[in-house]
C-alpha cells in the first residue's frame, strides 16, 4: 500500500481509475448478474468503497483490481442473499429484476474472469436494436466511454436532465426486454456488428464535424470513439469492418488541427496546411486499411477508408489522386447506395473530370426528400456554380447553406463565401 494521500489527490486518482477501468468492471459485473443497470450500481458502490478505503489506508498496488474484487465480492453476497430468500419462499416481488438474472446461477463460477468477451458482450449490450440511436450511443458512451452524465450532455450538447433519463430508460428497456447479454450468434452477427460501428461513427463524427454549437470540431469525442475502436479491433480481430472504421476513423483523426484556425474558423480540406497532419495516425490508419483489405474488407468503411487515404497519402492538395477517389466513389455508391454518398461523388466528379461533371450529379439530388435540408447539398452546389462563373446563383446557394446549417463556425463561413461573391 502506498502512505496515506492528501483526500483531493485520492479522489483524482480514483477519478482516473474509474475512467480506465470501469468499462471492465462492469462488463465483469453484467456476465455475473445479467442486468447492466444493476451491474452499474455495483460498479459505482465499489467506486464508492474505494473513496472510503482509499483515502483512510492509501491507494493500493493494483486499483483496478481492487476495484474488481470488491464489486465481485457485492454481486456474489447479493446473489446469494437473493437465492436464500428465494429457497425460503420469501416474497421477492420488489427485486424482480435479480430473477432472470439469478435462475440456477452460481455465484462463484460467475465471477471467473473473461474480461475480453465480457467488454465485447457490453458493446453489443449497450448497442442492441431494442434501444433507439440516442440512446446507444448515450449508453455506450456512458459504459464503455466511462463519461459521466454531464460530459455526455456537454458533448451531445443535450440537457443533462434529458441524457439522464436517455441512460435511465435505456437501462430499464434492456432489463424489461431481457436482453441476454451475449455476443449474437453468427445468423445475426453482421446486423448487430453493423449497428455497433454505427454508433461509434457517430461519436466519431460529432467531434470530427459537429452537427450544432459554437465548435466546428470536438477532439474529445474523436479520441473516445477512437477509443472504442481500437478496443473492437482488439476483441474482434477478424472482422474486416471493424479495422476499416478504425482506419477512416485514425486517418480522419489525422487532420484535426489543420481543420480549425487559431481563431476557431473552420480550414477546408484542400486549403489545409498538410504539414499539420499527424503522421503517426495516418500510419496507423494505413496500417488498419491493410488489415481490412487482407480481410477482404469491401464494406462501407474499408470503403471510405480507402478515400481517405488517397488525401492522406497526397504530399500537397494538387498531388490528390482524384479519379481514384472518384472510382471508389463509384464503387461505394453501387455496393451502398444513399444521397450522401452520392453528393460526395459528385465532389469528387468536379475534382477529377470538372465542375459541370459533379454540378450534373448534384442537380439529379436537389429534390431528394432526404437531403431536403441538409446544409451540404447547397454548399456543394454553391462551390460548383461559383466555379462555372455563374456567380449569383451560387450566392443564393451559400446563403440557403448558411440558413440551413446549426453549426455557428460553418454558418460563419458560409455566409463569408456568400459575401466573397457580392
Request: aromatic share 4%; net charge negative.
Amino acid at each position: 500500500m502506498a502512505h496515506t494521500d492528501p483526500e483531493g489527490h485520492v479522489r483524482r486518482t480514483i477519478e482516473a481509475v474509474w475512467r480506465i477501468e470501469s468499462t471492465r468492471l462492469i462488463a465483469g459485473l453484467a456476465r455475473m448478474v445479467r442486468d447492466v443497470g444493476l451491474a452499474e450500481e455495483l460498479a459505482q458502490d465499489a467506486f464508492l468503497a474505494a473513496l472510503e478505503h482509499w483515502t483512510r489506508d492509501g491507494v493500493p498496488d493494483k486499483p483496478g483490481a481492487w476495484l474488481m474484487a470488491t464489486a465481485k465480492r457485492r454481486a456474489i453476497d447479493r446473489m446469494r442473499q437473493h437465492q436464500l430468500h428465494a429457497r425460503k419462499q420469501v416474497d421477492v416481488d420488489h427485486d424482480d429484476d435479480w430473477k432472470p438474472a439469478l435462475a440456477g446461477a452460481d455465484p462463484e463460477e460467475a465471477a471467473d474472469d473473461r474480461i475480453g468477451d465480457d467488454v465485447l458482450r457490453l458493446v453489443f449490450t449497450a448497442c442492441h436494436p431494442v434501444l433507439s440511436v440516442d440512446a446507444q450511443v448515450a449508453l455506450t458512451l456512458r459504459l464503455l466511454g466511462g463519461l459521466t452524465t454531464e460530459e455526455i450532455a456537454r458533448a451531445c450538447l443535450v440537457p443533462e436532465p434529458t441524457i439522464a433519463q436517455r441512460i435511465v430508460r435505456a437501462k430499464r428497456t434492456l432489463s424489461e426486454a431481457h436482453v441476454p447479454f451475449e455476443v449474437p450468434g453468427r445468423d445475426a452477427l453482421p446486423e448487430r456488428l453493423a449497428a455497433v460501428l454505427n454508433v461509434v461513427y457517430l461519436i466519431f463524427n460529432e467531434g470530427y464535424a459537429a452537427t450544432s454549437g459554437e465548435h466546428w470540431t470536438r477532439p474529445a469525442m474523436c479520441d473516445e470513439a477512437l477509443r472504442l475502436g481500437r478496443i473492437l479491433a482488439a476483441l474482434a480481430p477478424n472482422e474486416a469492418e471493424v479495422h476499416g472504421l478504425v482506419a477512416l476513423m485514425e486517418i480522419q483523426a489525422s487532420r484535426l488541427a489543420a481543420r480549425i484556425a487559431h481563431d476557431g474558423t473552420p480550414i477546408l480540406l484542400l486549403d489545409q496546411e498538410r504539414g499539420r497532419w499527424d503522421r503517426l495516425y495516418i500510419g496507423r490508419g494505413l496500417a488498419s486499411l491493410q488489415r481490412a483489405e487482407r480481410l477482404g474488407g469491401q464494406g462501407p468503411y474499408a470503403l471510405q477508408a480507402a478515400i481517405a487515404a488517397c488525401h492522406a497519402r497526397a504530399p500537397t492538395a494538387e498531388d490528390t489522386d482524384w479519379r481514384r477517389i472518384a472510382a471508389l466513389y463509384d464503387v461505394h455508391a453501387q455496393r451502398f447506395p444513399s444521397p450522401v454518398v452520392e453528393l460526395n461523388r459528385a465532389v469528387a466528379f468536379a475534382m477529377a473530370f470538372g465542375p459541370q461533371a459533379g454540378l450534373d450529379v448534384v442537380d439529379a439530388l436537389v429534390d431528394v426528400p432526404a437531403l431536403r435540408d441538409y446544409h451540404l447539398l447547397p454548399s456543394v452546389r454553391g462551390d460548383l456554380l461559383a466555379k462555372l462563373g455563374r456567380t449569383d446563383e451560387a450566392r443564393g446557394e451559400f446563403t440557403r447553406a448558411a440558413a440551413l446549417a446549426r453549426n455557428a463556425r460553418e454558418a460563419a463561413l458560409l455566409r463569408r463565401r456568400a459575401d466573397a461573391l457580392s
